[in-house]
């Protein structure tokens, strides 16, 4: 059955980074240790993907002794695979969470989302950093009937929420920042953007490391003991610890149940195309915008610095990768840009990420020194790195920003975590054939 698979070795190498675009164009940092022996600390995070890697970057600059684990290299999973887009707000619209929590809420969680881009647009000026950030990102709308919603909700944005950095647009705008014919309209947002998600996570992990972080990798954690202090298991090593950050998201297996219950690993694929001129690169998208598509099998896609179309897209049912990325991604691909048929794609490459019932984060505190917090549903390059801040602030005892987002209700997948596969699939198909009306 899909739920025994090991996610952090079904589809990969330990030890290895996948051969990813992000991968081969990556500095790589020289392998962190295994964990052996007894070890203390004042906080052990578990995770080195954007959440735990902030997580311990700013419990560090705060003046604790923190250890970071990681099963895997890190920046291994979801964060050194996915789109690299840093959106705005939450995964949700704004008027989907005043339905949901009432206004007052929901403006508390659009502030959170401004804050996660602004901190990774400060991060990437870091001087460990090694990766730019673009400003930038197109709401594509695949529907004609929806484009009035897309041009009302900018102007919500902009009338309720003081936000002018997005506007609509049009079905011939859209045609000039997008060339292809498969969209009718929707928003630009200027205040979101993208960045090389690999290089953004190693240069978290040169940060951390530089403020006296203990980094270890390959160095899986078997179980998580709730006590005062906290112990942290690994086949080599026991770590005792006042506090304890579960970062896992997609790779949490079955270190916590009540989590995996309420966070469902999935798999997303992209493709990155041979290098093309800035011309070609100016025909397809313009300005080094990036753009993420209304279907809820999302189309997202964005260029490289080297001038590559990077594309994700597609769904699989199951949790190991299909045998050929590039004939999966390629189709979805060729029906947004059909011009790029013939052109070669140089790297093809999977990643499991996490969803929500409701697709926005779960934030919790499984024990009253064990933070847990992930399942951001596509939409967690900024909020992932937002919420390592969060977790350190709450340890410090400032947990407003954490009880905000914690007290958004996300419900147990039914079946809770043994039946979360099989409903996966009929849920995905059900959704491929919608997107499809």
């Known amino acids: 059955m899909a739920r025994h698979l090991d996610l952090l070795t079904a589809n990969d190498t330990q030890g290895e980074y996948p051969q990813s675009y992000y991968a081969a164009a990556a500095t790589p940092l020289p392998p962190f240790p295994t964990a052996q022996g007894d070890l203390r ?6 995770g ?28 291994f999973g979801a964060s050194g695979r996915n789109g690299g887009q840093a959106g705005m707000g939450q995964r949700l ?43 930038g990102i197109v709401h594509a709308e695949h529907r004609a009937r929806n484009v009035g919603h897309s041009l009302d909700y900018a102007k919500k944005l902009q009338d309720e929420y003081e936000y002018d950095l997005v506007r609509g647009l049009d079905r011939e705008e859209m045609h000039h920042l997008v060339g292809s014919t498969a969209y009718h309209g929707g928003t ?17 992990a040169r940060m951390a490391q530089a403020a006296g ?23 080599g090593a026991t770590i005792r610890a006042d506090h304890v950050v579960l970062a896992c998201n997609g790779y949490l297996g079955g270190l916590n149940g009540r989590v995996a219950a309420r966070v469902m690993p999935i798999n997303n694929f992209i493709v990155a195309t041979e290098p093309m001129s800035p011309e070609q690169q100016e025909a397809l998208v313009r300005n080094n915008h990036a753009v993420a598509d209304s279907k809820f099998v999302v189309n997202y896609f964005r260029f490289s610095d080297d001038h590559r179309l ?40 999977g990643g499991t990420l996490a969803i929500t019932m409701n697709r926005m984060p779960h934030f919790e505190r499984v024990a009253g020194n064990v933070l847990s917090l992930s399942g951001y549903s596509g939409h967690g390059l900024a909020l992932a790195t ?38 996966l699939v009929l849920a995905m198909l059900w959704f491929s054939l919608r997107d499809k009306v």
Request: hydrophobic share 40%; proline share 5%; net charge negative.
């Open 93 to 135: 619209e704004q008027d989907e969470l005043e339905t949901m929590l009432g206004k007052a809420h929901a403006r508390q969680l659009w502030d959170i989302g401004k804050q996660s881009v602004d901190l990774v647009r400060r991060l990437s000026t870091d001087p460990l950093m090694d990766c730019a950030f673009h400003d």
């Open 41 to 46: 600390c004042d906080i052990c995070v578990v």
């Open 188 to 204: 630009i947002d200027l205040g979101s953007g993208h960045i090389d998600p690999l290089r953004f996570a190693l240069g978290l």
């Open 48 to 75: 080195g993907g954007f959440t735990g890697l902030s997580s311990a970057l700013h419990l560090a600059e705060r003046g604790y002794d923190v250890i970071l684990m990681d099963a895997q290299r890190v920046g």
């Open 213 to 235: 972080v203990r980094l270890f990798e390959n160095s899986k954690v078997t179980e998580v003991t709730e006590a005062s202090p906290a112990q942290v298991t690994t086949d």
């Open 310 to 349: 990077l594309f994700g897209g597609a769904e699989t049912y199951g949790y190991r990768f299909p045998s050929d990325i590039r004939k999966l991604v390629s189709k979805p691909m060729l029906e947004i840009f059909p011009q790029l048929k013939g052109t070669r794609l140089d790297y093809a490459w």
């Open 386 to 423: 937002l919420a390592g801040q969060i977790a350190a602030e709450t340890i410090a005892g400032q947990a407003e920003r954490f009880d905000i987002m914690a007290s958004v209700p996300t419900r147990r997948f039914p079946g809770g975590a043994s039946l979360r596969s099989p409903l």
